[in-house]
């Protein structure tokens, strides 16, 4: 009898995203190259094809579409190819090098710090008073969800009594980008977001054009490439993409990986031991645990893959999670292994990475340094602190259904306070 080929999953359906393995290998074994006819986009999830064309045009208009619309006017920097994307490109890759986020190294310590240190003197005390035995927390509640947003906003050094105003625009953005029900609402709290984003940056901006600060804005309003500097509306618009970029990335990685450690003691164990380690962590929750899902393309000319054709101008998602699972490419490939042999953890945050969660080519993630800044000194200062880090007793873990972005809204854990 012939064995039954399973059906393609739906990728955006809520079923397929809180546990995306099982479809993404059916898509990989069965259909490689897939035309989705009610999402109207063609699918790629092996290794061997993504890999090369993700390092050809970016995302083009769809991320225009997608989300550049609601950060500003101008027209957003990932969505521009070519000369005019490797212009802004050069002008910014000074602050987003490994060297430019170390000047900014202690801005994000002072933002873990200031987050940590109040809820481990928290738990210390309620230990010591014997109201419990270990320390509690929710690791994404409390820490994950505020600390990658407040270094963004610390970055551009946005007054701290707005907070509560940037909380609602990035949840604004981040809401039109998990819209796949297109909900108007959604749409128009992110034009909302745009308008009263606009009304609060553009007099920081003209008041940073003459300033020395080494502030985010201040340094992008005073840069120059080849005598062009970047207008009023650019600025404007790479801050809020750095707004959202920066907040809503970081966060749901740091709490993929505190995830996998509660799951694997001895891996916890040997990385709070020794923190020599940190890089393989770290590069193996960006292979294991990828948080986007896939990025966008629209090939200017035919791509013939594997034999199809796929036309010009058509839309394509590379999924880069399902080729960080390709078993073509990794053993094991669903197992969270930092001590795996196949996967060069020194690149990881670099360009040339051979996972694909920073995406690959002229639009690799271009905070990809800064990712890790804030992974290292967050994952150092919970380990410097709190030990034996385990979920809490009946918790599970249930992703958010939103397709974009893989992420936990909680992770109740419980731990030893050092
Ligand atoms: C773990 C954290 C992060 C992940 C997984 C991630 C993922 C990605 C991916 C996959 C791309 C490629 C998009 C494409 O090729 O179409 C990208 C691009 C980008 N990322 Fe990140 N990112 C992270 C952190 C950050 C941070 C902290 C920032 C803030 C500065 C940032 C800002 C950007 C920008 C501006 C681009 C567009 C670059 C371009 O088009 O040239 N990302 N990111």
Redesign the pocket.
Known sequence: MEARIPAPPNVLSPEHVVDPWPGLAVLREHYPVHYDADAEFWMLSRYSDIRPI?RGS??GPA?QELLGQYLGDAVS??SLDGAE?RH??RLLAPF?ARSGVESFQYRIERQARGLLEPIVERERAAVAAGLRTRGEMDFIEEFTSRF?LHV?IDMLDLPEVDYPRMHAWFRAWTGAEGNVSRDPELFERALWAREDFGEFILPIIAERRSSDADDLISKMCVAELDGMALPDEEVRS?AA??IL??GE??D??LGWLMHELTGHPEQQQALAEDRALMDKALAES?RHS???QY???TPTEDLQVRGTTIPAGSSVALL?ASANHDPDRWQNPDEFDMFRTDHDASKAFIGSAEH?????????????H??KM??ELAMNLVLDNIGDIRLADGFEAQPDPAPFIRSLPSLKITFEVR
């Open positions: 993700s970016g995302p991320f920097f990932p994307h802004r490109r987003f990658p963004m790479i993409g750095m970029g920066g990335t970081t749901h990685q960006m990828s948080i986007v990025i966008g393309r880069i694909l969660g920073f995406g690959a080519g002229p639009h690799f993630c271009i905070g990809s800064l990712s804030e992974m």
